[in-house]
């Protein structure tokens, strides 16, 4: 399977743990995207990456959430000391693209369940 | 500012039938519009895309958008539903304006059931 990858897809963890996600995206699409779903919604962005370089945050990116894609390649999402209200979906997303009419593809997503 | 809607949360209608799923939209320049479909506890399908050209757009699983700028829509059809097509569709926009974000803008989705 060629797609975006997603590990692990389903997370329990204790409130004030961290956790961390990882995204492999289609092999060679420069750009990866983390969203977040809570039921009833559609995806929230959180964070953008073109290459290994974040370029876009949303104000949603705390300070306990932190992503990286130090190769370009593969990226992360880290949360730290987690809170019940981060109980969501999280989606990654990749594209092939230099302008503005990439179409993103997303992964299956990692379900996360803060007690 | 980009936005969309999604009018209806949940669409109902009977195998065999046609059925529209509606998104209006709002950008300050072009849109760029597509749509998804989610099936439970799964990521987001790609279904289509419109950037320009031809209004009626064509998609995967026999699914159509028509694109109306006078009336900022962007609907998703299908001539004739199946069962299996019951799911959560989300319709998102991006502003084509020079400059800004390249983050689209999703919908809250439309729960669509398609009965026997």
């Known amino acids: 399977d060629t797609g975006v990858s997603q590990n692990p897809r389903h997370k329990i963890t204790k409130r004030g743990q961290n956790v961390t996600f990882r995204c492999d995206p289609i092999s060679e699409h420069n750009r990866l995207y983390w969203y977040r779903q809570t039921l009833g919604q559609g995806p929230e962005f959180l964070t953008y990456f073109q290459n290994e370089a974040q370029l876009e945050k949303s104000r949603l990116l705390s300070d306990r959430f932190s992503a990286e894609r130090p190769k370009g390649s593969f990226s992360t999402l880290e949360i730290q000391r987690t809170e019940q209200g981060d109980s969501a979906m999280y989606l990654c997303?990749?594209?092939?693209?230099?302008?503005?009419?990439?179409?993103?593809?997303f992964g299956p997503g990692t379900r996360l369940t803060v007690l | 500012a980009q936005s969309v809607a999604q009018p209806e949360d949940q669409v109902n209608v009977a195998e065999g039938n046609p059925l529209t799923v509606k998104c209006t939209y709002s950008v300050s320049g072009n849109p760029y519009l597509f749509w998804y479909v989610q099936y439970p506890n799964r990521g987001l399908q790609f279904l289509l895309k419109y950037i320009t050209g031809d209004n009626l757009v064509k998609g995967s699983y026999g699914f159509e958008a028509e694109f109306n700028k006078s009336q900022t829509s962007f609907h998703l059809k299908k001539p004739s539903a199946l069962v299996s097509d019951s799911a959560l569709y989300f319709c998102a926009v991006r502003d084509l304006t020079s400059g800004g974000s390249y983050i689209p803008t999703f919908g809250r989705g439309t729960s669509l059931i398609v009965h026997p």
């Open positions: 997303a990749s594209s092939l693209g230099s302008g503005k009419t990439d179409t993103q593809y």
